[in-house]
């Protein structure tokens, strides 16, 4: 089993989109893929015959792009309304993120079996569960391989390069990074080579703007992550 963290230089750099990327990479390639977006903050109400359920609209992407019928609630296990740091969501509820429930979650995606789980992140690679916690732990616990992305804007290699230090510092592997080129960047090949020369895990892949997940998944060889 493939077990892959997407961790970013930011919010809204690009985890959900290259998650979906990856997922349907390696379902276009035969792969069972099982999804998982641990926490979530910024959700909205669906209310169902079964009772009230948060949605977050990435763990409904990544659903989307995968192949293995999992639940909202099995990719999302931990979820709150407002979108804001998810311990401060948690403190306004009186309630705590622990990272026992995001390992239990996790243990129910892996017990499925597929051949790759792709597991996103929130926020950076330390983001605070409170109390001194981080969603690092977590994938330092369930020992995943790690793909950084990063938004390619002015301020993104000091960003990238304590990310990656900061992967390798906490004895994980970081099997790459993506350069994800959202918007026009003066300088972007020199930037690019900068973080090539500076980062020893290779460049996965360099993705330019395109709305189309299926299109833009056939320019990713997942060849380099097997
Ligand atoms: N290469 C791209 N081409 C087109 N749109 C993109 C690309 N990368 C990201 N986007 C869009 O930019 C926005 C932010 O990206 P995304 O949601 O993937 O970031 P994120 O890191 O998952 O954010 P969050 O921290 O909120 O989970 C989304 O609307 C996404 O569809
Ligand atoms: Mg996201």
């Given at each position: 089993?493939?077990?892959?963290?997407?961790?970013?230089?930011?919010?809204?750099?690009?985890?959900?989109?290259?998650?979906?990327?990856?997922?349907?990479?390696?379902?276009?390639?035969?792969?069972?893929?099982?999804?998982?977006?641990p926490?979530?903050?910024?959700?909205?109400?669906?209310?169902?015959?079964?009772?009230?359920?948060?949605?977050?609209?990435?763990?409904?992407?990544?659903?989307?792009?995968?192949?293995?019928?999992?639940?909202?609630?099995?990719?999302?296990p931990i979820?709150?309304?407002?979108?804001?740091?998810?311990?401060?969501?948690?403190?306004?509820?009186?309630?705590e993120i622990n990272l026992t429930e995001i390992n239990a979650g996790?243990?129910?995606?892996?017990?499925?079996?597929?051949?790759?789980?792709?597991?996103?992140?929130?926020?950076?690679?330390?983001?605070?569960?409170?109390?001194?916690?981080?969603?690092?732990?977590?994938?330092?616990?369930?020992?995943?391989?790690?793909?950084?992305?990063?938004?390619?804007?002015?301020?993104?290699?000091?960003?990238?390069?304590?990310?990656?230090?900061?992967?390798?510092?906490?004895?994980?592997?970081?099997?790459?990074?993506?350069?994800?080129?959202?918007?026009?960047?003066?300088?972007?090949?020199?930037?690019?080579?900068?973080?090539?020369?500076?980062?020893?895990?290779?460049?996965?892949?360099?993705?330019?703007?395109?709305?189309?997940?299926?299109?833009?998944?056939?320019?990713?060889?997942?060849?380099?992550?097997?």
């Amino acid at each position: 089993m493939i077990k892959i963290f997407i961790t970013a230089t930011d919010t809204d750099a690009g985890k959900t989109y290259v998650a979906q990327l990856l997922t349907a990479a390696f379902v276009n390639n035969n792969y069972q893929v099982a999804v998982f977006k641990p926490i979530s903050a910024g959700c909205e109400i669906r209310h169902l015959p079964q009772g009230d359920v948060l949605v977050n609209e990435d763990a409904q992407l990544l659903l989307q792009q995968s192949n293995c019928g999992q639940s909202i609630e099995e990719i999302n296990p931990i979820a709150f309304q407002p979108a804001i740091a998810p311990h401060i969501a948690a403190s306004l509820i009186n309630t705590e993120i622990n990272l026992t429930e995001i390992n239990a979650g996790y243990e129910t995606v892996i017990a499925r079996n597929s051949d790759v789980v792709i597991t996103e992140g929130a926020g950076g690679w330390r983001l605070p569960l409170g109390k001194g916690k981080f969603l690092s732990e977590f994938v330092q616990h369930t020992k995943q391989h790690v793909i950084l992305v990063v938004n390619m804007k002015l301020g993104c290699l000091n960003h990238a390069v304590l990310s990656y230090e900061t992967i390798l510092a906490d004895g994980l592997d970081c099997i790459g990074w993506v350069a994800n080129c959202i918007e026009p960047m003066t300088f972007l090949d020199e930037n690019i080579k900068e973080l090539q020369s500076i980062i020893p895990a290779p460049m996965i892949a360099q993705l330019g703007y395109e709305v189309d997940i299926k299109k833009a998944a056939l320019a990713v060889d997942i060849s380099s992550i097997t």
